[in-house]
Structures are given as structure tokens and as C-alpha cells.
Nanobody, 126 residues
Framework: QVHMVESGGGLVQAGDSLRLSCAASGRPFSPYNMGWFRQAPGKEREFVAAVYWRADNAYYADSVKGRFTISRDSAKNTVYLQMNSLIPEDTAVYYC???????????????????WGQGTQVTVSS
């Protein structure tokens, strides 16, 4: 079992930056692929970014590519999402998720993640 807690959300203006953090506890952190998803009001939860457990490969949604960067620090059991050049369309609740490497993984498919955080709100004003 992995327990994850997101932090770092807030209210910012368009063009600003935020860094989200997701701290994991429980079983060892390293054997998990990690992802970030977001959900805006009235919309489906969508993929944002994901990182392979060895941190040597990352994946991004087209809408955030070039603006967002996912990273992980296995020593701190933490995954980060650096968000730059924020736009109002980035407004959503952001969730981190973990996929055990012993199971199949499609980075962009939320159904392949077993553990989820409670979410952190990001609001970008124009």
C-alpha cells in the first residue's frame, strides 16, 4: 500500500509558475511508475505527465509539453510537477498516482494506476 499526499497548489495569475509535490509513504517508493493527472469541473480526469520508475523517461500531454516538467527524488520519496507559463485552461484539481512496476502500465491511462493522492487545487486567473 502506498499513501500519497499532494501539495503546492494555489491561486496564481496567467504566466506564473507553481511546483507541485507528491510525498509518498508506505512501501518502497522506487518500484513505482508515477503520474500526474488533473480534473477540471465537469470534465474527465486527464493525463498530464508521467515518469518511469528509473526516472530515465518521461511522458507529457501535448497541452503541457514544453511548459511542465515531471521529476522524482526517490531518496525523498517525492515526485514533482514544475508548471511554468500557466494558463487559465490549466485550472483543475491535480492528482498524483502510482503504478507498481510489477503490473502493466500505460502512462497516459489512469486505469493502470493503483494508488492516488487526494488532489491539490490549481487555479489560474487571466
Amino acid at each position: 500500500q502506498v499513501h500519497m499526499v499532494e501539495s503546492g497548489g494555489g491561486l496564481v495569475q496567467a504566466g506564473d509558475s507553481l511546483r507541485l509535490s507528491c510525498a509518498a509513504s508506505g512501501r518502497p517508493f522506487s518500484p513505482y511508475n508515477m503520474g500526474w493527472f488533473r480534473q477540471a469541473p465537469g470534465k474527465e480526469r486527464e493525463f498530464v505527465a508521467a515518469v518511469y520508475w528509473r526516472a530515465d523517461n518521461a511522458y507529457y500531454a501535448d497541452s503541457v509539453k514544453g511548459r511542465f516538467t515531471i521529476s522524482r527524488d526517490s531518496a525523498k520519496n517525492t515526485v514533482y510537477l514544475q508548471m511554468n507559463s500557466l494558463i487559465p485552461e490549466d485550472t483543475a484539481v491535480y492528482y498524483c498516482a502510482a503504478n507498481p512496476i510489477s503490473t502493466s502500465w500505460s502512462p497516459r491511462e489512469k486505469e493502470t494506476y493503483d494508488y492516488w493522492g487526494q488532489g491539490t487545487q490549481v487555479t489560474v486567473s487571466s
